[in-house]
């Protein structure tokens, strides 16, 4: 084998292997892509599930301060009786806290997930015009340039 047909042997590698990495390529974006919507779902469901155990808290404590209310409205009204305990419902307000606390800490999770999936889209979205435009475009550059150097390899020099 002459040079020259090393040389195009190594530039037909090169281009099957500038395809296999555009297809690799797209692949990977792609997953990228899907990774960021599955954390971004993930974190509206628990979202979601704290929102509604946040309002159940609050309805409780609501409901207990009620009971309290009642309570210290009939001590009021009849005087001390024996036995009456006053209604306590410290445990009811520390559970609204926590959960809003909860709610909290996903909604700053959310926030930064959003500011780095934003960081990431611009890179992503050149690499993703380079994947579907400029490479294609070199692949079918390259593929010339074998076509060209195949032709004149076809060709004999008068003499040779």
Not at 115 to 144: I, K
């Amino acid at each position: 084998m002459t040079s020259i047909h090393a040389d195009i042997d190594a530039l037909k590698a090169l281009h099957e292997a500038l395809v296999r990495y555009r297809y690799a390529q797209r692949e990977v974006a792609g997953r990228g892509e899907e990774e960021i919507k599955v954390v971004r779902a993930s974190l509206e469901a628990r979202a979601s599930r704290w929102r509604a155990q946040l309002e159940q808290c609050q309805a409780e404590f609501g409901a207990c301060q009620e009971r309290a209310a009642q309570a210290a409205a009939g001590s009021a009204a009849d005087g001390p009786a024996a036995g009456d305990d006053p209604v306590d419902c410290s445990g009811y307000a520390r559970a609204v806290e926590q959960c809003g606390e909860r709610l909290e800490q996903i909604r700053r999770w959310q926030q930064r997930i959003d500011a780095q999936a934003s960081e990431f889209q611009f890179p992503a979205s050149r690499f993703g015009d380079l994947l579907e435009n400029d490479l294609p475009r070199t692949e079918e550059h390259l593929l010339a340039l074998i076509r060209s150097l195949e032709a004149a390899r076809r060709v004999q020099a008068p003499g040779a």
